[in-house]
């Protein structure tokens, strides 16, 4: 093994973000590790989807959302970098699905390279899409319509699309904000199957609110209670020995 | 309980009637426009559109330069003002959403829509006139001054508020959640608003440039003022002409014999029909370009 890979691949420091004078979430500290997936847990409106928009700056771009503190991504600050550099090497999927609604199912997935102007061949781009939409467990029902708009799709179709968007730009990180929450059994499976299939590739945040999805698919949790990191560290020690009392009640369900 | 019951079917009985009165309104005008000018729709018959000639003195009538008029007036308006309604519509809603100048900008356009044509006109005649005349002299063309392009320029300028304040509705009506995702793909503040921003919009601007049209294709008073008045059909935009709209207000009360008013009448009825298909086609393609959860 190489050092480097040895290495967090990303590291939060003293991350705080406030939307105007508001502290969202305050002094966070962790690093994730090359190729590991953790899950972001919490009771809702504790912060966290505030946090995994901070990793890629799509929370400076919200009115009033400023945060303070260092993000690093292989050794390099990402608050000096470009955020459209940040952003083409960090994917995101949203909390609430949302395909384009002017572009079809096949416009959809490689729509990052479509905003970016990047020209590439037809041969390239039907081979993104298949396995992108593949990965992501859409393609067996899509494949035949692959020219209707994708807001035609049902909501957790619409969610595996977007899912299929982000994945297409082959990010070094995947933050993903519920992303089962609107599929059924099946799906979320197929998504859960995804995620751990990904990890070879790529390292993954997220967020969700389903205990037994983080124990199945994640290496690390973090824990956040009002904004703030409460613990962090191996899911499964976390889940069987809970150092924080707060943890340990949102665990067993006693708040959240 | 009785009581509820019957609340509830009178009001949509009231409702229902102010639905069908408002049906009648058209309906009757255009039943009235039909009657008035059937006299010159005998005369003339299909003739009435294509000829050139307007001549009351002979009692030959022919709408061609009026209909030319009104057409190249109002698309050329249209020409001119679209630019401008759409940068003042990207910049209120994209750039400067808030702020001073973004307020004063916003009301600048709204006194443009509430500026009475009259006062368009005036102004025209007193500034924009002048203004063109010495530019024909300057290019050694024939110094007319009034002109379809005149009209075409103080129609631009009445009609930016309708097309801008549309497409700037629409735009920033657009979902956040669409444009985060734009974002967070990589994509810069230009290529979003080119990708996904105006294309989400296209039926809203579309729908104001229709709007926009609408407006121009039935001004009066401002065009009356500088366009010339001619019956003769123009060859190139720095001629003097007349349009529909105009013609019928310089010259009803002058119409003394039936055929005369009657082919007035028949003018009306023309941009009536012209303004009605233009707004069906423009229906039919603000169809085409509606979008499925493009909004908020
Ligand atoms: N645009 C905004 N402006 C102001 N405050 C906001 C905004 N978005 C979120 N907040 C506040 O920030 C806090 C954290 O919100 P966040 O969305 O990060 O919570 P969350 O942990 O993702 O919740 P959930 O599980 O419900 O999705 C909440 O208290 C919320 O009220
Ligand atoms: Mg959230």
Redesign the pocket.
């Known amino acids: 093994m190489s050092r480097k890979s040895e290495e967090p691949l990303l590291q939060l420091e003293n991350l705080s973000a406030y ?2 004078d ?1 502290r ?2 305050k002094d966070i500290n962790f690093s994730v590790g090359r190729n590991k997936v953790v899950s972001i847990m ?10 995994i ?1 901070c990793v890629n700056r799509m929370h400076e771009m ?4 400023t945060a303070t503190g260092k993000i690093i991504m292989d050794g390099e600050d990402l608050n000096k970098i470009n955020t459209i550099k940040v952003r083409r090497k960090i994917g995101m999927v949203f ?1 609430r699905p949302n395909p384009f609604p002017t572009m079809t199912i096949y416009e959809n997935v490689i729509a990052g390279y479509l905003l970016n102007g990047i020209k590439i061949p037809k041969k390239i781009s039907h081979e993104i899409v298949e396995d992108s939409l593949s990965k992501a467990a859409l393609w067996d029902e899509v494949k035949d319509g692959l020219n209707k708009k994708g807001t035609y799709l049902s909501g957790g179709q619409q969610q595996r699309l977007c899912i299929a968007r982000a994945l297409a730009m082959n990010p070094e990180i995947l933050l993903l ?2 992303p089962t929450s609107a599929l059924d059994p099946k799906a979320t499976s197929r998504i859960e199957e995804l995620v751990v299939q990904l990890k070879e590739n790529v390292t993954i945040l997220m ?1 969700t ?1 389903n205990i037994a999805q983080a124990a199945r698919v994640s290496d690390d949790t973090a824990f ?1 209670y009002l ?1 703030e990191l409460v613990e962090y560290g191996s899911t499964k020690e976390m889940f069987t020995v809970p150092k924080d009392k707060r943890t340990e009640e949102y665990l067993t369900g006693k708040f959240g | 309980m009785n009581k509820d019951i019957f609340m509830e079917k009178g009001f949509k009985v009231i409702l229902k009637s102010a639905g069908i009165v408002i049906l009648m309104i058209p309906a009757l005008l255009l039943v009235t426009l039909v009657v008035q000018s059937a006299p010159a729709v005998k005369a003339y018959g299909a003739g009435f559109i294509f000829r050139q000639t307007w001549d009351p003195v002979r009692e030959i009538y022919g709408a061609l330069p009026f209909l030319a008029g009104t057409l190249v007036t109002s698309f050329l308006a249209l020409l001119i003002a679209f630019p401008f309604s759409f940068a003042v519509a990207l910049i209120l809603s994209e750039y400067m959403k808030e702020g001073v100048i973004a307020t004063i900008l916003k009301s600048a356009v709204e006194l443009l829509a509430g500026i009475p044509s009259v006062i368009y006109g005036f102004w025209g005649l007193l500034v924009l006139v002048p203004l063109i005349r010495k530019l024909e002299l300057a290019a050694g063309i024939p110094p007319y001054g009034v002109s379809i392009l005149s009209a075409s320029l103080i129609l631009a300028i009445m009609i930016i508020p309708y097309a801008s304040t549309m497409a700037r509705e629409v735009m920033s009506m657009i979902s956040g959640d669409i444009k985060e995702a734009a974002y967070s793909l990589g994509g810069t503040h230009w290529e979003v608003l080119r990708k996904v921003v105006i294309p989400t919009s296209y039926s809203g601007i579309f729908a104001g440039v229709l709007l926009a049209l609408g407006r121009a294709l039935g001004e009066t008073m401002a065009v009356t003022m500088v366009i010339g008045n001619t019956n003769k059909l123009f060859t190139n935009i720095f001629e003097p002409g007349n349009t529909m709209a105009s013609v019928i207000a310089n010259e009803f009360t002058e119409a003394v014999s039936d055929l005369y008013l009657s082919s007035l009448i028949e003018l009306g009825l023309l941009l009536f029909i012209v303004t009605a298909i233009i707004n069906f086609i423009g229906r039919l393609i603000i169809k085409r370009f509606e979008i499925k959860g493009a909004g908020k």
Do not use: A, N, W, Y
């Not at chain 1, 919490?42 to 946090?51: A, D, E, I, V």
């Not at chain 1, 919200?62 to 959302?65: F, I, K, N």
């Open positions: 939307f105007h508001k969202i979430i919490g009771p809702s409106g504790c912060g966290k989807t505030t946090l928009r919200s009115p009033g959302g909390q904000d519920e967020v609110h956040m904004g």
